[in-house]
């Protein structure tokens, strides 16, 4: 699995932004998708996650209500579209998969929880 992130740029505060995870190679044996950013000088924060065949989403608590993630179509490609972004969204985003069912039980917001990891995005969202 490859993972290619895309969507990222510059945004006034309130403004939108919506970043793409786009899925190659074995995207069938894709459990979860996962987004998380990292800050300058800050940990790795989980944003959002989503099971690959639909169902169950999980938020951070600092972007619920404002993001949303999803799945175009059936397609490979998984969205994240952020609405009324701040300056403390700022950062680098980064996708993640999951690339089979886990043995015990999923944890979204831990990034232990993924395989696979793309490249980052950078979103900068001015004051």
């Known amino acids: 699995v490859q993972l290619q992130a895309s969507g990222g740029g510059w945004v006034q505060t309130g403004g939108s932004l919506n970043l793409a995870c786009t899925v190659a190679?074995?995207?069938?044996?894709?459990?979860?998708v996962g987004w998380f950013r990292q800050a300058p000088g800050k940990e790795r924060e989980f944003v959002a996650a989503?099971?690959?065949?639909?169902?169950?989403?999980d938020y951070g608590d600092p972007v619920k209500g404002r993001f949303t993630i999803s799945r175009i179509a059936v397609g490979s490609t998984v969205s994240l579209q952020m609405n009324t972004l701040k300056p403390e969204d700022t950062a680098v985003y980064y996708c993640?998969?999951?690339?089979?069912?886990?043995?015990?039980?999923?944890?979204?917001?831990?990034?232990?929880?993924?395989?696979?990891w793309g490249q980052g995005t950078l979103v900068t969202v001015s004051s």
């Open positions: 993640a998969t999951r690339n089979e069912r886990p043995w015990t039980p999923f944890r979204a917001e831990q990034s232990s929880s993924y395989n696979t």
């Open positions: 989503m099971r690959w065949n639909g169902g169950r989403t």
């Open positions: 190679g074995r995207s069938d044996d894709v459990y979860a």
